[in-house]
């Protein structure tokens, strides 16, 4: 597991060197190098810690983004929201770097940093409560899957998918386009379709969910939605 963790993460953190180096033309982006730096140390951190406290979850997490026993309507999401993901991260150099479109102040960039921070811990706040926070819609039976209410489910349902919400706001400030900012709520819209859609599973087939989803009404802001 460890050798295919690091293969994984490797693949991982280059592909996203190449959809921002390779549109952008230059390596001489600091604003990407930033990003890059942040997401390493966040995959390597997280991975050992895992590793060490929770190597069951691990396991879950790399494994495909195709299983068995996952939804069809997930694995069809997952495809389209990949392919969305890369578009979206590809063109944000076009915008910043190469045709020069947006001019982001040096300070919104600095939030753009902190705000990535937010969504690493919040990331890591779900990993620590729910073991069974696997990347694909499915009912982890072999595992004993239950209803996790502690933690940041005490206040939203899906506390992870509010820190991705943190990870697409906050990526076009960092990288200084304005463009990739106003496709942001596109990006989370679809994780907000998703969480409906995997809520009408749970719903059915976790025992105790409808009941916890009755007690925590808000999906990812508080008080909000």
Known sequence: MNASLIIRSGLWLAGM?????IPAGTLRWPAAWIFLLEMCVWTFAMSAWLARHDPQL???RIKPLNQPG???WDKILITGAAVLWAAWLGFMPLDAVRFRWSEVPDWLQGVGVIGLLA????????FRENTYAAPVVRIQRERGHKVVTTGPYRYVRHPMYAGAAFFFL????LLG???GLALAPLMIGVLAGRAVLEERTLAVELEGYADYAARVRHRLIPRVW
Do not use: I, M, N
Not at 119 to 126: D, K, N, Q, S
């Open 119 to 126: 969504c690493a811990y919040l990331v890591f706040l779900t």
């Open 17 to 21: 060197a190449a959809l921002l180096f």
């Open 58 to 60: 691990l396991a879950e």
């Open 70 to 72: 996952q939804k069809r």
């Open 170 to 173: 906050s990526t076009p400030l």
């Open 177 to 179: 386009s304005w463009w």
